[in-house]
């Protein structure tokens, strides 16, 4: 099957390349970038912390993006929205992770539940966010009331391919699959100028979502051909295949 690919680099070529191993054609298509800001999270690092908190695996290449990290750093507690972002905070060199079920509200309830470490004014947790980012995860840590400061360490900034590379990408023959991994990248795959010929390549495509969420910007023309992943987690995606 061809299958179009919109999330950002690396994940993108990650993704392809487990498409590859199971027969498909990728077409990679990524409508973002991530641009790191290291002096904000140099800034952030340099004050004391209970611990860490990210949403994202791209708060960890952030992290890589810095020259020196405090061995302090790797010494405190990492709550990981799930596995994938967990196993980058191992890469890394965290060595107490946690991680979640790749949910932030849920993520939230479970770092509010912790008593070691506990988290005061003068030792909040850290959150190293991205932007734009969904809201879940912060309104819940306060309303349980956990101190939080929040380093925004990258930026999403949208992609906007031509025409031309667009309908380089898709090629001439019907795409059979969209994977769709954020509703940010969906909104911006289906506010694309499409010319009618790459129209016509989409239109009897089905439409791959990791989240209820994500599924609900999903325009109503492609509502019966959109299905919306058992859990939210690659995986369980590409399991729709």
């Known amino acids: 099957m061809r299958v179009l690919v919109t999330r950002p680099e690396p994940a993108a070529s990650r993704t392809a390349a487990e498409l590859r191993r199971r027969g498909h054609e990728p077409l990679l298509l990524p409508l973002a970038v991530a641009e790191h800001d ?15 908190a990210v949403t994202s695996a791209e708060a960890i290449r952030a992290l890589h993006a810095l020259p020196d990290l405090p061995p302090a750093l790797f010494d405190m507690a990492c709550f990981a929205v799930g596995e994938s972002t967990a196993t980058a905070a191992w890469n890394l060199g965290f060595r107490n992770v946690a991680a979640g079920d790749n949910d932030g509200t849920t993520l939230a309830r479970m770092i509010a539940g912790q008593t070691d470490p506990a988290f005061t004014p003068d030792r909040p947790l850290l959150y ?3 932007s734009p980012r969904a809201p879940g995860f912060e309104s819940e840590l306060a309303a349980f009331d956990v101190p939080v400061a929040i380093c925004e360490c990258y930026r999403m900034r949208p992609l906007a391919p031509s025409t031309s590379e667009i309908m380089h990408v898709l090629g001439t023959d019907p795409v059979d699959v969209v994977l ?17 010929p790459g129209q016509a390549l989409l239109s009897g495509a089905r439409i791959l979502c ?13 509502r019966s051909k959109t299905q919306v992943a058992p859990a939210p987690t690659e995986a369980s995606l590409l399991s729709l295949l």
């Open 180 to 196: 769709l991994y954020s509703s940010e990248s969906a909104r911006r795959l289906f506010d694309l100028p499409l010319p009618k």
């Open 210 to 222: 990791l989240s209820e969420k994500i599924a609900g910007v999903v325009p109503e023309f492609f």
């Open 128 to 130: 190293l966010a991205g």
């Open 38 to 52: 290291v002096d904000a999270l140099a800034a952030a690092l340099a004050r004391p912390h209970a611990a860490v």
